[in-house]
């Protein structure tokens, strides 16, 4: 790994997105909304990926290649609400997403 830190950071995300799901009432976690949640966040991580890490590191993403690409974009907190959603959205109608694409 790059950075041990950023990683722990992001275990701590992951895990405080599951106990925000766990604390979440049957009103909440059924709505609608969540399917379309989760694709605006899908989109939302792969239209920031590439800007965010030119901006924070550009002679990175210059020389930005297969084999350099560390997956360091800074966009943990959509990939959770990416999985929170998903995780609401299953939760709606026996396991399919009621609502989004």
């Not at 399917?35 to 990926?49: E, Q, R």
């Not at 901006?55 to 990939?79: I, Q, S």
Request: hydrophobic share 45%; charged share 15%; with cysteine.
């Amino acid at each position: 790994f790059s950075f041990v830190p950023l990683r722990a950071l992001e275990f701590i995300a992951g895990m405080l997105t599951a106990r925000c799901y766990q604390s979440m009432s049957r009103t909440v976690v059924t709505h609608k909304a969540w399917g379309w949640i989760f694709d605006a966040s899908l989109v939302l991580i792969f239209a920031l990926a590439y800007p965010l890490a030119g901006m924070f590191f550009p002679t990175y993403v210059d020389r930005l290649g297969p084999e350099d690409y560390a997956g360091d974009e800074y966009v943990t907190a959509p990939c959770c609400l990416l999985i929170l959603a998903a995780c609401c959205a299953s939760q709606s109608n026996e396991g399919r997403p009621s609502s989004g694409l």
